[in-house]
């Protein structure tokens, strides 16, 4: 841990940080001096990831969907590091199908994970940086979310929900000193998108300004930028990490 990064001393949350995005947004933190927890619904990946990333990262197993066991993450931060500066909502899913082929159970999933799962980080993230009148809060919506993918209608539904839920809570912890920001990336290179057939991949790549998709720790860096004083004076912004991609 150093002294003189970014969010030197800082307590920050991860959800979904076992792998992709969120393990690259748990990395560049703790290098730039966060303590950092690292939560995944797996918990024994997340340990694997903490141990990797070295001291001043712990692990916990932690669903995003169950109320009770975010804010089991939220009591360990306070109660290990005596504190909660920087919470990213980052845990994400795909279950891609046309309207004719989408199961109910596909929607509701996907809206779970990422809309529930968002406002219950919020909401327990608020709870302890509003009485302490600091903390930033970071949510991971997608470039999806302000398009709309084909196949994608119940993702891009919770991805756009994630920013009139961001917004909101931002108004409403604006005057406690508490930011909430969202990013929306493009297409990111991490086992979610590998799972995307080849030519459809590489037509999304075309389709973007700069020609490639985007690595995670491209996507961290707007993280660490939201989540540190480089950004005191931004709240209910949303922040595009796509290469130029629907701007
Ligand atoms: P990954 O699939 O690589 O990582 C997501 C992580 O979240 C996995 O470890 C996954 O676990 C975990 N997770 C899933 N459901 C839950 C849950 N209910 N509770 C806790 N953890 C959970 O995806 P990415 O790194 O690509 O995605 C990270 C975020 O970025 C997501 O919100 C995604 O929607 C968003 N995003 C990604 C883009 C991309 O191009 N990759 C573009 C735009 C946004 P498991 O493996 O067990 O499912």
Redesign the pocket.
């Known amino acids: 841990m150093s002294g003189t990064g970014l969010v030197a001393g800082r307590t920050a949350v991860v959800?979904?940080?076992?792998?992709?995005?969120?393990?690259?947004i748990a990395r560049l933190l703790h290098e730039h001096g966060a303590r950092v927890v690292l939560?995944?619904?797996?918990g024994g990946?997340a340990a694997e990831a903490a141990k990797a990333l070295g001291d001043g990262v712990s692990a916990l197993a932690?669903?995003?969907?169950?109320e009770d066991a975010v804010a089991a993450v939220v009591a360990h931060a306070v109660d290990r590091y005596g504190a909660l500066d920087v919470f990213v909502?980052?845990?994400?899913?795909?279950r891609d199908a046309t309207l004719g082929k989408m199961a109910l159970a596909d929607f509701e999933a996907v809206v779970?994970?990422?809309l529930k799962?968002t406002w219950l980080g919020v909401r327990a993230a608020a709870a302890v940086m509003r009485p302490a009148g600091a903390g930033s809060i970071v949510n991971?919506?997608?470039?999806?979310g302000k398009s709309g993918n084909f196949g994608q209608t119940n993702?891009s539904a919770a991805?756009a929900g994630i920013v009139g839920l961001t917004k909101a809570a931002a108004k409403e912890l604006a005057s406690r000193n508490v930011r909430v920001n969202a990013v929306?990336?493009?297409?990111?290179?991490?086992?979610?998108?590998a799972a995307m057939p080849p030519d459809v991949f590489a037509a999304r790549e075309a389709d973007i300004p700069m020609r490639r998709?985007?690595e995670?720790h491209e996507?961290a860096g707007a993280v660490l930028f939201l989540a540190s004083d480089l950004s005191s004076y931004m709240t209910g912004a949303v922040l595009e990490v796509g290469g130029g991609r629907l701007m």
């Open positions: 959800t979904g940080a076992a792998q992709g995005i969120g393990l690259a939560t995944d619904r797996d990946q932690c669903d995003v969907t169950d909502n980052n845990a994400g899913i795909t779970d994970v990422h799962g991971i919506s997608s470039l999806s993702y991805k929306q990336p493009g297409l990111i290179r991490t086992a979610m998108t998709a985007g995670p996507v």
